[in-house]
């Protein structure tokens, strides 16, 4: 059979295979394209974070304009948690799932995957941007919420930042391997946005709630932002790193487990 | 084995559950080549289209396409092959271009062949528009263009025309008569039997998961060809239906002698006709 691939060939028709040869790092910049072309002309996404921003900055004026400038630090911080946590969960989640699973909507997944794009590829490739966005929403959010700058641990906001947002991408991705379409996937997302979302935002109104706000990913990254707002040094706790990297490590396990089964889409 | 074969099936069987959807399936397909899948609904040809190109995992026998088995295949068969399917969708948000543009990023496609494909498939004057917008058939041509965009050596085509108007039906042949002197290798499954009588070198008739009927369309039709007869036209508006037997012979030759026939037709089966027949559903008896 070796024969097949050989001199009976003509010249023109070898541009699929010269394409196999360079690498790959032009289909996942493929990929990030179509998500790009998709994400930015999807209005409801779109407006997620600039809701974000413009709430946690018209707050900040209107609280700013009563205490002449200064907001008390249980209000920057509170900014900072609704603002983040919503970042995060909401933008995350809903911007890498429905994109998915717009994708299996309109068929243009099964076009994907039978253009030569692994599933690797596909994965980093929808994240990426979402993934961009979210971390340059959280030092927006950081930088207009009035904190003073001066006490940001800046290596390790990064690092909790960074991979929070990713934690999130991935559940955006078990999101969007489960849905089966865009009004689905808003409808698997809930669950993860009560329990990422809501428990760190009403963590301020309930010690128990706050506790528990502890063990989540988004609550990390929220508690870290509280302390700064409160004007105290952040230091990394053990606790903290193992709840960041253990759920990194449980979505990622979970979302493989998920593909494994079915891949992106169930045939 | 022939050099020049892409593609071939030895014994392909496919069960779902307790259904038997393919059974015993043999074939090639050869470089420049057209083989035309017919068969009506559920007879499994989308199933047969799916297990060669590594989606669907056939239950026994051996597909090979490109050199490689199918149980082997990965991701990059794609780069070599194209694949139209019903659900082959497009970016609906996205221009035309835009469409073509990035999967010629994957492909590693040169922006000329985006604007030939664009030409060949009658979509230039609509590249800028978003191509949720454009009509169901230019939807069909789009995907199409994009099949084609990489220069794939094998083709799939899964009901390629089914649904679009007569012009663009034959638009889309012209195209793919094209692609098939360039030396691509062409499957395309249809239950236009005209279709396949018109665009395939060689078909197979597929009747519940079996290959009931395989051979150049003229080749099956004349074989069925068992009962010759004639349509004849006579002046003064008489039509007739002969068959050939000695008495009819002498009339015929009567009437051409007397130049009294104004049309005569012979009447050989079409692949319709043939496949009513085999699959024993022969409306005409
Ligand atoms: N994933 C599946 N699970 C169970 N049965 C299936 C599956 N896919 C196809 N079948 C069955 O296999 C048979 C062949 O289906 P297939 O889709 O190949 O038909 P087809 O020839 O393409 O028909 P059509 O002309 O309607 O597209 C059908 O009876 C169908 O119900
Ligand atoms: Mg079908």
Not at chain 2, 14 to 31: G, H, P, S, V, Y
Request: charged letters at 20%; proline letters at 3%; glycine letters at 8%.
């Amino acid at each position: 059979m070796k024969s097949m691939d050989g001199a009976m060939r003509p010249a023109q028709m070898s541009m699929g295979k010269a394409a196999g040869r360079g690498g790959s790092l032009h289909k996942l910049a493929a990929v990030t394209q179509i998500k790009w072309l998709c994400i930015s002309r999807n209005t409801m996404i779109m407006i997620g974070p600039l809701i974000v921003i413009g709430m946690v900055y018209a707050c900040k004026i209107l609280y700013g304009v009563r205490s002449e400038g200064t907001l008390v630090p249980f209000l920057t911080g509170m900014l900072l948690n609704i603002g983040i946590s919503m970042n995060i969960c909401a933008e995350g989640f809903i911007m890498v799932g429905t994109s998915i699973a717009e994708e299996k909507e309109n068929h243009t997944l099964r076009a994907l995957m039978t253009s030569s794009i692994t599933g690797v590829q596909y994965f980093f490739g929808s994240i990426l941007i979402p993934f961009v966005m979210l971390m340059a929403v959280n030092y927006i959010v950081l930088f207009i919420s009035g904190i003073s700058l001066e006490i940001v641990p800046w290596i390790p906001f990064f690092l909790v930042s960074a991979v929070a947002s990713l934690t999130s991408c991935v559940l955006g991705m078990i999101v969007g391997i489960c849905a089966k379409n865009q009004m689905n996937a808003n409808l698997i997302s809930y669950p993860f946005l009560m329990v990422f979302m809501m428990i760190p935002v009403f963590g301020n109104l309930s010690e128990g709630l706050h506790k528990i706000s502890g063990f989540l990913f988004t609550g990390v990254m929220t508690g870290m932002t509280e302390r700064l707002a409160n004007g105290e040094r952040y230091v990394m706790s053990a606790l903290d790193m193992a709840v960041l990297f253990g759920e990194l490590a449980v979505s990622i396990l979970v979302f493989l487990i998920l593909y494994k089964r079915n891949g992106y889409e169930k045939d | 084995m022939e050099q020049n074969v892409l593609l071939s099936l030895s014994h392909v069987s496919k069960r779902f559950k307790t259904e038997l959807a393919l059974k015993d399936i043999n074939m090639t397909l050869r470089q420049g080549e057209i083989l035309g899948f017919l068969g009506p609904s559920g007879a499994g040809k989308t199933t047969t289209i799916k297990i060669i190109t590594g989606q669907l995992r056939q239950t026994s026998g051996e597909a090979r396409l490109l050199g490689t088995d199918s149980a082997n295949i990965d991701e990059s068969i794609y780069e070599n092959i194209g694949v139209v399917s019903d659900s082959s969708g497009i970016y609906k948000k996205m221009t035309v271009w835009q469409n073509l543009a990035v999967f010629a990023r994957i492909w590693k496609v040169p922006r000329e062949r985006v604007e030939q494909v664009l030409d060949q498939v009658g979509l230039a004057e609509h590249k800028n528009k978003p191509a949720g917008k454009l009509s169901k058939g230019q939807t069909q041509r789009l995907v199409l263009a994009r099949a084609v965009l990489h220069k794939p050596r094998v083709l799939f085509l899964d009901e390629p025309t089914s649904g679009l108007d007569p012009t663009t039906a034959v638009a889309i042949h012209r195209m793919l008569l094209e692609l098939k002197e360039q030396g691509m290798a062409i499957f395309l499954t249809t239950h236009n039997m005209e279709e396949a009588t018109k665009l395939c070198d060689r078909v197979a008739l597929l009747h519940d998961g079996e290959i009931v009927e395989f051979g150049s369309p003229q080749e099956i039709c004349l074989k069925y060809n068992r009962n010759k007869k004639y349509h004849v036209l006579l002046a003064g508006g008489r039509e007739l239906e002969l068959a050939q037997n000695p008495e009819n012979i002498v009339k015929i030759t009567r009437w051409m002698e007397g130049d009294e026939i104004m049309r005569i037709h012979s009447c050989e089966p079409t692949l319709e006709t043939v496949f009513l027949e085999v699959t024993g559903k022969d409306l005409n008896v």
